[in-house]
């Protein structure tokens, strides 16, 4: 769609006038000669209060496929060798694990 039009309308038709980037930008295909006839920003802006340049809204970027994927992980998937970064120490502290232990009997001895 931007190949349209020229240069010097591709210029002020940037983010600095709709403040975002290009793949944002809706350009009227039915009017693509008035919309290339603007040759600086005031022009561009009325073109926008007219609208035929609109700004799009921004894409969805749903969290579906990553619910999935952690849930998945609560029931051990995804997890095997080729997954696993660092040592074993690194992902789990045998120090946790050994004051978690200590804390158990601990409370057992209180108990009994």
């Known amino acids: 769609l931007w190949k349209w ?5 591709r210029s002020v038709s940037r983010p600095p006038v709709l403040k975002c980037g290009e793949r944002r930008i809706w350009l009227d295909p039915s009017e693509a000669q008035e919309i290339s006839m603007a040759n600086s920003r005031l022009n ?5 209060k007219d609208g035929l340049i609109i700004k ?4 969805v970027r749903s969290r579906s496929r990553t619910r999935a994927r952690l849930e998945a992980k609560k029931g051990g998937n ?8 660092g040592t074993i120490e690194a992902r789990l502290k045998s120090k946790i694990l050994w004051m978690r232990r200590m804390r158990v009997l601990r409370r057992l001895l209180r108990k009994y």
């Open 44 to 48: 561009v802006r009325k073109l926008v």
């Open 78 to 85: 995804h997890t095997g060798f080729g997954k696993r970064h």
């Open 56 to 59: 799009k809204p921004v894409a």
């Open 5 to 9: 039009f020229p240069l010097s309308f």
